[in-house]
């Protein structure tokens, strides 16, 4: 039967055309162009956060001035910050160089752990968890991973070119480690700033980010790389981070700070810190550069989008924030209550005296899954959604407008679920159930469709299913 055999491999035309498409039941920020398909006087606008407190100062004899923040992360009982010790007088190649460690139970008082494990000259009192070359950029992460060993719950990676690349460790309390291999087992790259690592639940590999010199065309600069592996042992080739609308590299980024976002993890963030080499703001300063953060996020671990060259965080009026090498974002993000808690090392170099404000690292927040909008002002604007597959229950929006603004949502070509049947939507709140005269999109389970979202002065981050 003719008729009956195109009828079925339409079908499955239409099945594999459907399995192609997303099901939208978890949370998706507007950090990119992913979901959208056409903007009507609306764009896409980066999210900045907040300056709140300041969490660790550098003031311990085995930490100093050239210290930095490296990891941040809830191991499920405390929050665990890592962080380099860099003593007064130290190099890069200083075995002196250490990875201590301080805890919180709120993630904004931290206390140095009392490790008292490895002397420092002479002095076991002290939150160092390892101290060596390594200990430059030594950068541990808690192993999400469900096959993995009891005895390597945490791990960590470090090293830099005299050490022969990248080495790997693990530890079962995050306090005691024990190198992996016997050897570097990275090698292709510069390393010598932090180099991240994580387990990707999405994606069900290992992803490591470091720092290598860009070649050909835009030879010299600064610029993250990544590779991945099943095991933690063996990893890929490298490949260059990608910026989607950009050819080549004009900017030197010396961090990548790269993590999933904690309930969207099949988006990461990298905040790389960008470093202008050449300029001097403050004449007398001993070293030419200053730096800022941008901010991007990939769906994939390789192609990044950014919004906008601006940066994430702008440095602030005071002159030790123009200065070289500040702005390092820590690998992370915290769950604080109703907000996100990133933390960035500044004024690096600096000591306390006479401001009070030497080289430590700073909290920042903004509300949970803000980091970036699609934004419409007071004249209107809109978007429409590319299609996707509904995953059933409730469309709920992240979502904030003035008091004279607006949103309203509506399904396309869907009878009953127009802008008029949803009714205005206004005020400021992290996820609002919308409905359409009571209908929520239940009945839309497992079926394509298009959203449509009409805003007036307001911000949509970010839409979630359930």
Same mark, same amino acid.
């Given at each position: 039967?003719?008729? *009956?055999?195109?009828?079925?491999?339409?079908?499955?035309? %239409?099945?594999?055309?459907? *399995?192609?498409?997303?099901?939208?039941?978890?949370?998706?920020?507007?950090?990119?162009?992913?979901?959208?398909?056409?903007?009507?006087?609306?764009?896409?606008?980066?999210?900045?956060?907040?300056?709140?407190?300041?969490?660790?100062?550098?003031?311990?004899?085995?930490?100093?001035?050239?210290?930095?923040?490296?990891?941040?992360?809830?191991?499920?009982?405390?929050?665990?910050?890592?962080?380099?010790?860099?003593?007064?007088?130290?190099?890069?190649?200083?075995?002196l160089q250490t990875s201590c460690l301080a805890l919180s139970d709120d993630g904004i008082h931290f206390n140095r752990a009392a490790v008292n494990k490895i002397g420092y000259r002479g002095n076991t009192e002290n939150n160092i968890v390892y101290m060596g070359v390594q200990g430059h950029?030594?950068?541990?992460?808690?192993?999400?991973?469900?096959?993995? @060993?009891?005895?390597?719950?945490?791990?960590?990676?470090?090293?830099?070119?005299?050490?022969?690349?990248?080495?790997?460790?693990?530890?079962?309390?995050?306090?005691?480690?024990?190198?992996?291999?016997?050897?570097?087992?990275?090698?292709?790259?510069?390393?010598?700033?932090?180099?991240?690592?994580?387990?990707?639940?999405?994606?069900?590999?290992?992803?490591? &980010?470091?720092?290598?010199?860009?070649?050909?065309?835009?030879? !010299?600069?600064?610029?993250?790389?990544?590779?991945?592996?099943?095991?933690?042992?063996?990893?890929?080739?490298?490949?260059?981070?990608?910026?989607?609308?950009?050819?080549?590299?004009?900017?030197?980024?010396?961090?990548?700070?790269?993590? @999933?976002? @904690?309930?969207?993890?099949?988006?990461?963030?990298?905040?790389?810190?960008?470093?202008?080499?050449?300029?001097?703001?403050?004449?007398? &300063?001993?070293?030419?550069?200053?730096?800022?953060?941008?901010?991007?996020?990939?769906?994939?671990?390789?192609?990044?989008?950014?919004?906008?060259?601006?940066?994430?965080?702008?440095?602030?009026?005071?002159?030790?924030?123009?200065?070289?090498?500040?702005?390092?974002?820590?690998?992370?993000?915290?769950?604080?209550?109703?907000?996100?808690?990133?933390?960035?090392?500044?004024?690096?170099?600096?000591?306390?005296?006479?401001?009070?404000?030497?080289?430590?690292?700073?909290?920042?927040?903004?509300?949970?899954?803000?980091?970036?909008?699609?934004?419409?002002?007071?004249?209107?604007?809109?978007?429409?959604?590319?299609?996707?597959?509904? !995953?059933?229950?409730?469309?709920?929006?992240?979502?904030?407008?003035?008091?004279?603004?607006?949103?309203?949502?509506?399904?396309?070509?869907?009878?009953?679920?127009?802008?008029?049947?949803?009714?205005?939507?206004?005020?400021?709140?992290?996820?609002? %159930?919308?409905?359409?005269?009571?209908?929520?999109?239940?009945?839309?389970?497992?079926?394509?469709?298009?959203?449509?979202? %009409?805003?007036?002065? *307001?911000?949509?981050? *970010?839409?979630?299913?359930?």
């Amino acid at each position: 039967n003719i008729a *009956a055999l195109e009828k079925y491999m339409d079908t499955i035309k %239409e099945m594999n055309r459907m *399995a192609k498409l997303e099901p939208v039941n978890r949370i998706e920020m507007f950090t990119d162009d992913h979901l959208i398909e056409t903007t009507d006087n609306a764009r896409l606008t980066l999210n900045r956060p907040q300056c709140r407190e300041k969490v660790l100062t550098f003031e311990k004899e085995w930490e100093g001035r050239g210290s930095l923040g490296l990891s941040v992360f809830d191991d499920g009982e405390r929050i665990r910050m890592y962080y380099r010790g860099f003593p007064s007088g130290a190099s890069d190649l200083d075995e002196l160089q250490t990875s201590c460690l301080a805890l919180s139970d709120d993630g904004i008082h931290f206390n140095r752990a009392a490790v008292n494990k490895i002397g420092y000259r002479g002095n076991t009192e002290n939150n160092i968890v390892y101290m060596g070359v390594q200990g430059h950029n030594f950068t541990p992460f808690m192993d999400k991973n469900p096959a993995c @060993p009891p005895g390597e719950r945490f791990k960590a990676i470090g090293g830099i070119l005299s050490t022969g690349g990248i080495h790997i460790h693990a530890s079962e309390d995050g306090y005691d480690w024990h190198e992996l291999a016997e050897s570097a087992v990275i090698t292709d790259g510069a390393f010598d700033s932090m180099n991240t690592a994580f387990f990707d639940t999405e994606a069900k590999k290992y992803r490591c &980010y470091s720092r290598y010199f860009t070649r050909g065309e835009w030879k !010299g600069f600064r610029a993250v790389q990544s590779c991945t592996s099943d095991d933690f042992r063996a990893w890929s080739p490298q490949t260059p981070n990608n910026y989607i609308g950009r050819e080549g590299i004009s900017e030197h980024f010396y961090t990548n700070a790269a993590c @999933p976002v @904690p309930g969207a993890e099949h988006i990461i963030i990298s905040v790389p810190m960008r470093f202008m080499e050449s300029r001097k703001k403050l004449p007398d &300063y001993r070293s030419p550069g200053v730096s800022d953060c941008v901010f991007m996020t990939s769906r994939d671990g390789v192609n990044w989008y950014r919004i906008s060259r601006e940066p994430w965080i702008y440095p602030g009026l005071s002159g030790r924030e123009w200065t070289q090498r500040g702005f390092i974002t820590l690998s992370g993000i915290l769950v604080t209550g109703d907000e996100f808690s990133v933390y960035v090392m500044k004024n690096y170099m600096w000591d306390d005296k006479p401001m009070g404000e030497g080289a430590g690292i700073w909290r920042y927040t903004l509300p949970a899954y803000r980091f970036a909008s699609v934004r419409a002002g007071a004249e209107g604007g809109g978007f429409t959604t590319k299609p996707f597959v509904w !995953g059933g229950g409730s469309l709920f929006i992240n979502y904030n407008t003035s008091a004279l603004g607006s949103v309203r949502a509506a399904v396309v070509g869907a009878e009953g679920y127009g802008f008029e049947d949803c009714g205005e939507i206004y005020g400021n709140e992290l996820f609002r %159930e919308v409905t359409w005269k009571g209908k929520t999109l239940e009945d839309f389970r497992g079926r394509e469709i298009r959203l449509a979202f %009409e805003l007036n002065d *307001a911000y949509l981050y *970010a839409i979630k299913g359930g």
